[in-house]
């Protein structure tokens, strides 16, 4: 993994948590820097988006309104989160494409991952 992730934890329901992601080197604007997660037994799917030349956004309905990604710099970006509910528990992935997609396939360059659990 190329990508290091960073601020995964334990919340409340209700709480927030913010996570980034860190490059080696910097994110070009051709790049789309997207997060992902992954919950047991569960196939890793798509959380947010953005494209670094313009800013475009996207989101998984399940998180719009509460959760927020953003360039930091020009090697960060973060994932901010509030409102947390129990089904947001998962491994969150940062990953690194070329595409504006959804799709995980879409994306080469990955993060080993951050654990975040959200107790009721």
């Known amino acids: 993994a190329q990508l290091v992730e960073s601020g995964g934890g334990l919340v409340q329901a209700g709480g927030s948590l913010k996570l980034s992601c860190t490059t080696p080197?910097?994110?070009?604007?051709?790049?789309?820097m997207g997060w992902f997660r992954q919950a047991p037994g569960k196939e890793r799917g798509f959380v947010a988006l953005?494209?670094?030349?313009?800013?475009?956004t996207r989101y998984a309905d399940s998180v719009k309104g509460r959760f927020t990604i953003s360039r930091e710099n020009v090697n960060t970006v973060n994932l901010e989160m509030n409102n947390l509910k129990p089904e947001d528990t998962a491994v969150y992935y940062c990953?690194?494409?070329?595409?504006?997609?959804?799709?995980?396939?879409?994306?080469?360059?990955w993060g080993q991952g951050t654990q975040v659990t959200v107790s009721s």
């Open positions: 990953a690194r494409g070329t595409q504006y997609s959804t799709s995980a396939n879409d994306y080469t360059v």
């Open positions: 080197g910097r994110i070009f604007s051709s790049h789309v």
């Open positions: 953005v494209r670094w030349n313009g800013q475009n």
